[in-house]
């Protein structure tokens, strides 16, 4: 079936940092989505990408659909603590295929 | 506007019983989708239902799952007979138009505990 890795799948980082985080899929999507879900929560739309190419940005936030439409990044910049959580990449045909998740953790 | 509600938020159950999960799509919503997410991992896709219909559910267990979206009131997803595996979160999405790449909307989700 349709998979998408996802890495890295921990990230540590200080606050400030940027911060990058892939996804690629053996399968062409035609459309490549990004969540973040916080803890207790469900997830919530970051970034959505509906063309190969496509760089789309949302604030501190960047994220590009790759040439082939099987692998995309996000980009956040000058994290800071609220940016903790799970941020999933996804690939939707119809039902939405969700990546394992990196999380991404904000050293003190 | 709310958003996806879905109850309750949690719900213990023993092995054997039965697991009754509800949601409530967004209003104007008529498409909605469950999905499963174990600790550590992203959702699984479950099933899509519109109105009265089960569209696609590739992703739902064949024995012990069931799902409906009746005409009136909430969506309903159906585990009989739990077992342990069956501990996860659910969650239920909902989208104003069916199948095809727009916008699903996600509710906080029901965490299920099987003892």
């Known amino acids: 079936g349709q998979q998408l890795n996802q890495s890295p799948q921990s990230m540590f980082i200080q606050e400030g940092e940027d911060v990058s985080m892939n996804c690629t899929s053996s399968s062409i999507f035609n459309t490549w989505l990004w969540y973040k879900q916080d803890p207790g929560e469900g997830p919530v739309l970051l970034i959505a990408l509906y063309k190969a190419g496509e760089l789309t940005s949302n604030g501190r936030l960047t994220a590009q659909f790759g040439i082939t439409r099987k692998d995309s990044f996000l980009n956040i910049s000058a994290s800071i603590p609220s940016d903790v959580g799970i941020y999933f990449c996804a690939g939707q045909v119809g039902k939405i295929i969700f990546g394992k998740g990196t999380r991404l953790h904000i050293l003190p | 506007n709310a958003g996806v509600m879905q109850n309750p938020r949690h719900l213990v159950r023993r092995r054997g019983q039965e697991a009754r999960l509800r949601c409530s799509p967004m209003?104007?919503?008529?498409?909605v989708y469950w999905y499963r997410q174990l600790p550590e991992e992203g959702l699984k896709f479950m099933v899509y239902?519109?109105?009265?219909?089960?569209?696609?559910e590739s992703g739902m267990p064949k024995e012990r799952f069931s799902a409906e979206f009746p005409k009136e009131g909430p969506s309903i997803l159906r585990i009989q007979q739990v077992v342990r595996g069956d501990s996860a979160a659910y969650f239920c999405?909902?989208?104003?138009?069916?199948?095809?790449?727009?916008?699903?909307?996600f509710g906080p989700g029901t965490r299920l505990t099987v003892l």
């Open positions: 999405a909902s989208s104003p138009l069916g199948q095809g790449d727009n916008e699903q909307f």
């Open positions: 239902l519109q109105k009265e219909n089960i569209i696609d």
């Open positions: 209003k104007g919503h008529s498409h």
